[in-house]
């Protein structure tokens, strides 16, 4: 790789190393989960590890949802694409969790019961990625700390026991290390650009920051299953402060977003912003059940 930019790479002349593909971004065709045993390794509880599964998918789905909305709406037609290959990224490891959420817990639920056939309130996805998507700034921020800290823990689930799991998370390392430089990329540019670009930035930070700490704050699953994210705070936050001080903008000092009961995303507790997303997302299969296309 002559350059660190990944746009650039793709021009580069020199072959591929003979077994390495490149897609669009950086990662490769080759599917993750290609040759792992999906048994349920011992030791590891299957409902446990199905409700982590659909945290995580969840996650990922309501992001990938949140960010094909940009598509026809961007600032720039690269940014389009690149918006909608973020979005990909992020189906694909919602899909391959879910699953695993389906074969963990002995349901046999697949991703499609699973993303089209439940109420907002079986979601288990942190508030930060349901809220709608503001302007292009505000989906920079949080696309930012979204990808900063679920990179930091996927970097540790790739020692997870189960295999599955693990895999995900080594295939997500690779896609999600492109997510956060590409949003830093637009801080850099925004927040470091005219006053009026740094003040739609530091807005975009300030309107995300109260949803961050829902991702460090631990779920009862997350502990039975050794995942506790509250340990990720501090180098998570250290990250994010470099890359604001490097786009002049200031790392905001407010509250977290309030719980209800103690009760959060986790436990199925979410804005009315959901409930509107998933009535778009899953309207086509609902009007159509059975039908697969």
């Keep these: 790789m002559t350059d660190d930019h990944v746009y650039l790479t793709l021009s580069e002349a020199e072959p591929e190393p003979e ?120 989906t920079v921020a949080r696309l930012l700390v979204f990808a900063t800290a679920r990179h930091a823990l996927y970097e540790r689930l790739v020692q997870h026991p189960d295999p599955v799991l693990a895999a995900v998370a080594a295939g997500g390392v690779k896609e999600l290390a492109y997510h956060r430089e590409w949003a830093l990329e637009w801080l850099l540019r925004l927040g470091d650009g005219t006053p009026y670009s740094h003040g739609r930035m530091q807005a975009g930070l300030d309107a995300v920051w109260p949803l961050l700490d829902e991702l460090f704050t631990p779920h ?43 009760r959060a995303g986790r436990d199925g507790v979410h804005t009315e912003a959901l409930g509107l997303l998933l009535a778009e997302l899953q309207v086509v299969a609902r009007a159509h059940p059975g039908a697969t296309w």
């Design 19 to 138: 077994g390495e593909a490149r897609w669009a971004y950086g990662t490769g065709f080759a599917d993750p989960l290609l040759g792992v045993d999906t048994a349920l390794p011992g030791g590891v509880d299957g409902a446990d590890l199905a409700a982590y599964c659909l945290m995580l998918g969840d996650d990922a789905l309501v992001l990938a949802q949140r960010l094909t909305e940009w598509c026809t709406r961007a600032p720039e037609l690269e940014e389009e694409v690149a918006l909608a290959n973020l979005g990909l990224d992020l189906l694909g490891q919602a899909r391959r969790l879910l699953t695993r959420a389906g074969q963990a817990d002995g349901t046999g639920r697949t991703e499609d019961d699973l993303a089209y056939w439940r109420e907002d309130h079986e979601f288990r996805n942190v508030r930060l990625v349901e809220v709608p998507n503001g302007d292009f700034a505000h």
């Design 220 to 262: 009862e699953v997350e502990l039975r299953l050794g995942t506790d994210p509250s340990g990720l705070r501090g180098p998570v936050l250290a990250r994010l402060a470099a890359d604001a001080e490097r786009a002049t903008l200031t790392l905001p000092d407010t509250p977290a977003m309030a719980r209800i009961g103690g």
